[in-house]
């Protein structure tokens, strides 16, 4: 019984000493992905992008906030009034597409860092989705009855 019990001390110190690099190796995993330098370094035009969308997004905040302000009273439009409009339009495009790809590549980041992320983010989005496209009186039903959810 003595051989058995030393196996098993052998055992579980191995086991632990494996555990315990495996927890290393997962700490220095996590240090490197959320230090941003590292992250820049890796993949410099990503977070370029991602700073410029977020300049973007904010500018947008901000001039949208001076636009509601200064709105012009004009009686009829104009050609001045329609180039603008696209213009604004063009820029508007723009930004949903930076903030679409921006969303893209936070989603993928994370996960790559959470496991089973982008199964759940999926399960989620088809329940949203489930729900944006049904009937109201459908919508009832599912929240009167939450075990059919």
């Known amino acids: 019984m003595g051989t058995t019990t030393n196996q098993i001390e052998n055992h579980i110190e ?3 000493e ?3 690099a495996n927890l290393q190796e997962l700490e220095n995993k996590v240090k490197s992905v959320t230090d941003w330098r590292r992250q820049f370094e890796n ?3 990503t977070m370029i992008g991602v700073a410029f969308g977020g300049g973007v997004l904010l500018g947008a905040m901000m001039n949208g906030a001076k636009r509601n ?3 012009r009273r004009s009686s009829g439009p104009r050609a001045a009034d329609r180039e603008s409009n696209k213009t604004l339009q063009t820029w508007d495009n723009i930004k949903g597409a ?3 790809v921006a969303a893209t590549r936070v989603k ?3 996960g790559e860092v959470v496991p089973d992320f982008h ?3 999926d399960k989620a989005q088809s329940h949203r989705s489930t729900y944006a496209s049904s009937d109201p009186n459908d919508i009832r039903e599912r929240m009167s009855d ?3 959810l």
């Open 14 to 16: 191995h086991t632990r």
């Open 18 to 20: 494996d555990l315990g």
């Open 43 to 45: 993949n410099p035009m």
């Open 69 to 71: 302000r200064y709105t």
């Open 98 to 100: 930076l903030i679409g």
């Open 108 to 110: 993928d980041f994370i």
């Open 119 to 121: 199964q759940h983010f």
């Open 146 to 148: 939450p075990v059919g």
